[in-house]
């Protein structure tokens, strides 16, 4: 499997909510996919750009909903709260390398090595919108040497899965990030962020991901 680089010109323009320590997880290289499917006010989940900031979101604060592994690793990260505060600070961008859509119950363990979640989350966003499918979104993370910072917006809040952060002029203050003509090659190569996982690595997480999606009866690649 070869490593993606596509270009990030749209990467710190549009963000994705999920649950912070999921976030942190990607950022760390803990988790590779993450297990979608739409909020209350999205019909169905539909990704927006190939590349997007990671919006960490509060959900539950228990930790019992991880894996006990990682438990006490994300305590801190299932307690954030970004609600309320006036500024925002993200430090991670993702790029997706895979995409996939299944109704196949067996995806729950079919993927167990590429995150941290835990049985009970699994089940409920498996029980969330029971006639949709679960789209499977393959990540590669990458770590900001410098977080972007957004001033918070009454409309970031909400269930929905997207949030445009360029579309009135309030997005960054951190100005030195490229916003044009870079891949995530340049990007990294020229200090701007690191990779959770080196290619290596990387490549195979991918190779289990795919091991693991073989395994299912019903498998739609995007």
């Given amino acids: 499997m070869v490593v993606r680089c596509q270009f990030a010109d749209n990467a ?6 999920e649950w912070a320590p999921a976030v942190k ?32 979101t509060t959900f539950h604060t228990d930790a019992s909903l991880l894996k006990p592994e990682y438990q006490s690793k994300y305590q801190a990260d299932c307690e954030i709260d970004p609600i309320g505060q006036e500024y925002l600070e993200f430090d991670c961008v993702a790029e ?24 009970d989350f699994l089940e409920a966003r498996l029980r969330w919108k029971p006639t949709q499918p679960l789209t499977v979104l393959e990540l590669r993370a990458y770590k900001l040497t410098k977080p972007l910072v957004v ?7 909400g269930c929905f899965s997207w949030i445009d952060l ?23 190569n020229q200090g701007h962020m690191t990779p959770a996982l080196d290619d290596d690595r990387f490549v195979e997480k991918q190779r289990l991901c795919r091991e693991g999606l073989s395994q299912l009866k019903e498998l739609e690649t995007l």
Wanted: hydrophobic share 35%; aromatic share 10%.
């Fill in 96 to 119: 997706v390398t895979g995409q996939f859509k299944t109704t196949d119950p067996k995806i729950l363990t079919a993927l167990d090595p590429l995150h941290i979640y835990g049985p």
């Fill in 25 to 56: 997880a990607l950022s760390n290289g803990d988790q590779t996919v993450l297990l979608r499917k739409g909020g209350i006010k999205d019909p169905t989940f539909k990704t927006k750009a190939p590349s997007f900031v990671l919006f960490p």
């Fill in 166 to 188: 360029d579309d009135d002029g309030t997005r960054e203050f951190s100005s030195d990030f490229p916003r044009e003509g870079k891949s995530f090659k340049d990007l990294v």
């Fill in 151 to 157: 001033a918070a917006r009454e409309k970031f809040w």
């Fill in 12 to 17: 710190t323009k549009i963000a994705l909510k």
